[in-house]
Nanobody, 120 residues
């Protein structure tokens, strides 16, 4: 059993900042890769930021220069720092991770989502 607990969402004014956290727990031996997705009302889920298999990062064009993905391996936690937020960033944000389950196995897990609303 693997649990992902997301936190940090909320209501913020345009230009403000939020930091999302995704704490992973359960029967795992670490996180291989991680990413944040978002889904706005009436739209498909889209990749926001993620780690590649070699540890580098990639970002969707709309968030480049404003969002930063990071991780704390000791805490099995992934973060998304969001600065200079815009109304179009409003969405439910989801964390997803590929975790080491041991004995050469992995699994992909998703969080429950956290709402981010950017509005004045």
């Amino acid at each position: 059993q693997v649990q992902l607990v997301e936190s940090g969402g909320g209501l913020v004014e345009p230009g403000g900042s939020l930091r999302l956290s995704c704490a992973v727990s359960g029967n795992i031996f670490g996180i291989y890769t991680a990413a944040w997705y978002r889904q706005a009302p009436g739209k498909s889920r889209e990749l926001v930021a993620g780690f590649t298999s070699v540890g580098s990062t990639n970002y969707a064009d709309p968030v480049k220069g404003r969002f930063t993905i990071s991780r704390d391996n000791a805490k099995n936690t992934v973060y998304l720092q969001m600065n200079m937020l815009k109304p179009e960033d409003t969405a439910v944000y989801y964390c997803t991770v590929v975790v080491n389950r041991g004995y050469g196995s992995t699994s992909t897990e998703w969080g429950q989502g956290t709402q981010v609303t950017v509005s004045s």
